[in-house]
């Protein structure tokens, strides 16, 4: 096996984590942390792709992928983090807020 | 001379968002114009189309696989006319709705939000739509919270973790496809793609991924939030555009890539998905005492109507396109009518509607018109598309879908009925009406009149449909 | 210009712009909307005139126009399009000068008459639809235009009934779907043809033919108040009295009963629907109906509920003729038609003038009012004589033909329920007969709103159209064996249906 093989595991296991982190936890900064680390872990296996069967020079063209999906996961967390800071000025508090009994599930 | 349409309908909303976003006091002109040139550009697009076939550009000069490719066939453009209808008479109706200081916030948003849009119809391969599915989806979220109140924050924040969710798992998808299959540009993909474990693990993060953009059941917890809480002219968008949006890449996927060896397990579950869909958000719409909150189960269900397509296949895409339309249409219509009720009493309480046939009869039209659209009665687009899914259904022997069909219109209708039955009573409490911008009325009524009108012109639309064989297996 | 191909659309346009038109006046132009109303429907009778007269002379009206890549929407003007669209088009003049004089001064007018044209342009539509599908979408027109109709009040009642309404319509409208989708996607085509088109078929589809048949007269008989798919009537008489008058004698009943027998006739045709066994059953639900809702009647002291349930009865009539395979029962089927729709609108009218007149909604309420309202109870009197088929009305004509088409048609059981029905019409109407009559005048009205001066018993525009349609009962029935009467037509439809369908 070779190391590109675990470096791709490695990201399958840390969008596993943080799926199952943005389930569990309230928080909203950990969910925000959390989609960041299912980011990271795309980038992970896309970054692995890139030296697939033993090539001499990486492949650019995850490379690529891989920035252009940096941009956006800067630009989707700064916008979490901003609605993240309203909704605490309007609640008090960084979770979401449970659903009102007039409004059915 | 032969005007590069395609390219126009991403540029100029990019362009005017940003000019609109440093000149404020232009940016209710910009987005006026804009739309307007949308339109044209759109009927532009249909005629070169119509007579030249597909379209292709591939910008910069740059071919696949590198480089960014432009496509439209018939399945585009009828994505592109609905962005461009709905977009006017979205774009008309703010322009009364939002305050100044709001509007500010919601032009430039809402021109990155088109071209968006446009951009994603035209895509021709996979990291395109990621990124562009990214933009929409972010531009989206942004305006649902636009409003600022508790609700539509919090309905912002679900709707963007459910949307990141999404395109992460699309992502991790198009890295499984390209490790397996060397290339991201669909036309190539569709000539290489063999049932490899890679493949499938790809269809199932992709769909799930999509499937949870486009609010499928059991994937739509974030929807009746998002869109009740959201300012009208934004619900009417997200309703009839957003999940559209990923709705057509997931049938893009499946008609080129994946449905040759999906086979029939995995559409059957679309179908099963597509079934509860209707039969939960009906049922959901009905128990609604508040009327976005109606509308917005309504979504739900009317999705579902979209996925009952995939156990029919070919038989059948016609007609998801035609309901994609029509839907689009009467959603958008019946929300700007809604929020025209709320802005009119203050409240959406469904039962304290109060006469509103009577004081309000243009939005009290508007919605009864969208709602006939919605139950697929006729003339209307929907009746139109329930025709086409319920023949398709008939000849391949499929009396469950049929009958879920049939079901989910009796559903439609009742909740309808049942906003409009309390339209013609009076309300036990009365409350100080607020008079409704004459501008907001008649976007709600001319977009529900064009889901009628839809109806009758279902022979030049599936026409148009043809071009370039979308449902052929070509495509971009 | 192909001026053939107008005309239709022309008749259906002739009630749809000015209802249009109507919906956006202020409630204070009066003036202008009477204008427009009478304008409309007097210029839909001078069109359906002239299609008459064209047809006599040979003339083909269709208009067609694509709505799917191989359906059309077509209106076309046969002998049978014509019998209704005549009586559409007289009834809906004689209900809307009827109309102007019941709402003066009511709330809401101009949303009523912008309905009530819509809803007249729906049944224009389904009379001269040409194939299942547009009276298919004429059909559900209908329902979503009367409905409106039906919540006029806004009354929390109103409001029940229409949903009421609701249910039972739209769900009729989806089996109707259904049956015509499948139709469709067994046979590739859905036009009407004169004999039917499906005896064509091979026997391995004939279950499948029989079920659809099913569909279809269900999804039709929710309209036609087929029992047990007759509940919304009753409830729907919350509505004013022109809407039930509409309702029950041209609209939505008749839409239902026409309906059936376009099925029956033109997408079956009637001896293939023989053949499979479909008439009998069809003939047993008539039948049932016609001595259920007569039953009923009886027993209801509310005036318009009372006539609610005759209607039940009385349509069925028509389905029965239908059932009876043979052309005499279809004569008596199709002229019944015609004869039922003037006979229950006079009794209607008079309703409506005894509430708005005197405040009377009870038939315990009606001692003593043919002394003061002699002229109404004249016109009331005329039209059960008819029902009950007493001599020289229409009535007598429509239930003579029938009685021989069961005779003809070895079923005479069928007679037995005719008469037992003509019993019960003579039970529950003439003892309103002898109320009115014969008991005297209670010390005051319920409500009288009206009074009388001298010769006039209530507002001329009440009086005049029940008296109209009560002499049109005499006429038609007297000068049944004209050319030009409703029966002479019933007998050229039957004609080209028996013999000169294509074998």
């Known amino acids: 096996m070779s190391a590109a093989f675990f470096y791709a595991l490695a990201g399958a296991g840390l969008f596993s984590i943080g799926l199952h982190a943005l389930l569990a936890h309230r928080h909203l900064l950990r969910k925000i942390l959390a989609i960041n680390v299912m980011g990271s872990g795309v980038f992970l296996v896309l970054a692995a792709m890139a030296t697939r069967n033993g090539i001499a020079i990486p492949d650019p063209v995850p490379h690529a992928m891989i920035i252009t999906g940096i941009v956006v996961a800067v630009a989707a967390t700064a916008l979490a983090l901003v609605l993240m800071l309203k909704l605490t000025a309007e609640t008090g508090q960084a979770v979401l807020p449970g659903r009102k009994k007039e409004d059915n599930p | ?476 | 210009m192909n001026w053939d191909a107008w005309l239709p659309p022309l008749v259906v346009l002739s009630s749809l712009l000015p209802g249009l038109i109507i919906f956006v006046l202020p409630e204070e132009r009066v003036g202008l909307r009477t204008v427009l109303n009478v304008t409309g429907a007097v210029a839909k009778l001078l069109l359906v005139g002239w299609m008459l007269w064209g047809v006599a002379q040979g003339h083909h009206y269709e208009a067609r126009l694509a709505l799917l890549p191989d359906i059309e929407l077509v209106l076309r003007a046969d002998p049978l399009a014509l019998l209704f669209v005549t009586l559409s088009a007289v009834l809906w003049l004689l209900t809307t000068v009827y109309a102007i004089g019941y709402l003066e001064a009511s709330p809401h007018r101009s949303r009523f008459f912008g309905f009530f044209s819509l809803c007249v342009t729906a049944a224009i539509g389904v009379a001269l639809a040409g194939n299942l599908l547009t009276f298919l979408v004429f059909y559900e027109l209908l329902t979503l235009t009367t409905y409106p109709l039906v919540v006029h009040r806004g009354t929390e009642a109103a409001r029940k009934a229409g949903q009421t309404y609701l249910i039972y319509t739209l769900a009729g409208g989806t089996l109707l779907l259904l049956g015509t989708v499948w139709l469709y996607t067994l046979t590739g085509t859905l036009e009407f043809t004169e004999g039917g088109f499906l005896h064509t078929m091979d026997a391995a589809h004939h279950r499948s033919l029989i079920v659809i048949f099913i569909l279809l007269i269900v999804g039709l008989g929710v309209k036609a108040a087929l029992v047990p798919l007759h509940g919304w009537l009753p409830k729907a008489m919350v509505a004013p009295a022109p809407v039930s008058a509409l309702l029950h004698a041209v609209a939505v009943v008749k839409a239902g009963a026409f309906g059936i027998v376009r099925v029956v006739y033109d997408v079956y045709g009637v001896e293939f629907a023989q053949r499979l066994n479909l008439l009998t059953p069809l003939a047993v639900a008539a039948a049932v109906t016609i001595i259920w809702g007569s039953l009923r009647a009886l027993f209801q002291d509310d005036l318009k509920k009372r006539l609610a349930y005759s209607t039940v009865s009385q349509v069925s009539y028509i389905a029965l003729g239908v059932a009876l395979f043979g052309p005499v029962g279809t004569i008596g089927g199709l002229v019944h038609l015609v004869h039922q729709g003037i006979m229950k609108i006079t009794l209607f009218f008079c309703a409506g003038n005894y509430a708005e007149t005197l405040g009377i909604h009870k038939i315990s309420e009606m001692n003593g009012a043919g002394r003061r309202m002699p002229l109404t109870t004249l016109a009331f009197s005329i039209a059960a004589l008819g029902m009950m088929g007493a001599p020289l009305t229409a009535g007598a004509v429509s239930k003579a033909w029938l009685v021989e088409g069961a005779t003809a048609a070895h079923m005479p059981w069928v007679v037995w329920v005719l008469w037992t029905s003509s019993l019960l019409n003579a039970a529950y109407f003439l003892p309103i007969l002898w109320r009115t009559w014969f008991r005297p005048m209670p010390g005051a009205w319920p409500d009288e709103h009206i009074p009388a001066r001298r010769w006039r018993e209530t507002v001329w525009l009440l009086l005049l159209p029940p008296l109209v349609t009560a002499a049109a009962t005499l006429v038609a029935g007297i000068y049944a064996d004209t050319a030009i009467s409703p029966l002479a037509w019933a007998q050229l439809i039957t004609d080209r249906e028996y013999f000169r369908a294509t074998p």
Request: hydrophobic residues 60%; proline residues 5%.
């Open chain 2, 1 to 476: 001379m032969d005007i590069p349409w395609a390219v126009m309908l991403i540029v100029l909303p990019l362009a005017a968002g940003l000019m609109a976003f440093v000149w404020p006091r232009v940016a209710q002109t910009l987005v006026l114009c804009c739309s307007l040139a949308i339109a044209l550009a759109v009927a532009g697009l249909a005629l070169q189309l119509w007579h030249h076939g597909v379209f292709h550009h591939a910008l910069g000069g740059w071919e696949a696989p590198l480089g960014i490719g432009l496509y439209a066939d018939g399945l585009s453009l009828v994505l592109l006319t609905a962005t461009a209808l709905v977009g006017m008479g979205v774009s008309v109706y703010a322009s009364a709705y939002f305050t100044l200081d709001d509007a500010h916030h919601f032009w430039p948003i809402w021109l990155f939000l088109l071209a968006a849009l446009n951009a994603l119809f035209l895509s021709a391969d996979l990291f395109n739509l990621y990124v562009t599915l990214e933009l929409m989806g972010l531009a989206a979220v942004a305006l649902t919270a636009l409003s600022g109140g508790r609700d539509a924050l919090a309905g912002a924040v679900r709707y963007l973790f459910a949307t990141l969710s999404g395109s992460l798992a699309y992502l991790l998808g198009v890295a499984l496809l390209y490790h397996a299959f060397g290339s991201v540009d669909m036309a190539t993909l569709a000539g290489r793609m063999t049932p490899v474990p890679a493949a499938w693990a790809a269809l199932g993060l992709m769909s799930a991924g999509l499937l949870l953009k486009t609010a499928l059941f059991p994937l739509h917890f974030w929807l009746p939030p998002a869109h009740a809480s959201a300012p009208s002219p934004v619900s009417a968008v997200l309703s009839a555009l957003v999940i559209k949006a990923s709705f057509y890449i997931l049938l893009r996927l499946w008609i080129m890539l994946f449905g040759p060896f999906a086979g029939d397990g995995v559409a059957a579950l679309l179908g099963g998905m597509g079934t509860a869909a209707i039969v939960w958000g009906s049922v959901q719409a009905l128990r609604q005492t508040r009327l976005k909150l109606l509308v917005a189960y309504s979504t739900v269900a009317q999705i579902g109507y979209l996925f009952l397509a995939f156990p029919l296949a070919a038989a059948a895409w016609n007609a998801a396109a035609v309901l994609v339309l029509s839907h689009a249409l009467a959603k958008s219509a019946m929300f700007l009518a809604a929020g025209n009720l709320l802005h009119f009493g203050g409240h959406d309480r469904i039962a304290d509607l109060d006469r509103v046939v009577q004081r309000l009869p243009l939005s009290a039209f508007a919605f009864a018109l969208a709602g006939v659209s919605l139950m697929g009665l006729p003339p209307s687009g929907g009746f139109i598309g329930k025709w086409l899914l319920l023949e398709a259904a008939l000849a391949q022997g499929r009396w469950d879908l049929a009958a879920v069909m049939l079901l989910g219109g009796l559903l439609a209708a009742a909740y309808v009925f049942k906003v409009l039955g309390h339209a013609f009573t009076q309300a036990a409490v009365t409350h100080e009406p607020t008079a409704v911008p004459a501008r907001m009325e008649w976007a709600a009524l001319l977009l529900a009149c064009s889901a009628i009108l839809l109806g009758f012109t279902a022979t030049p639309l599936l026409s148009l449909l043809e071009i370039g064989a979308p449902f052929g297996g070509s495509g971009p």
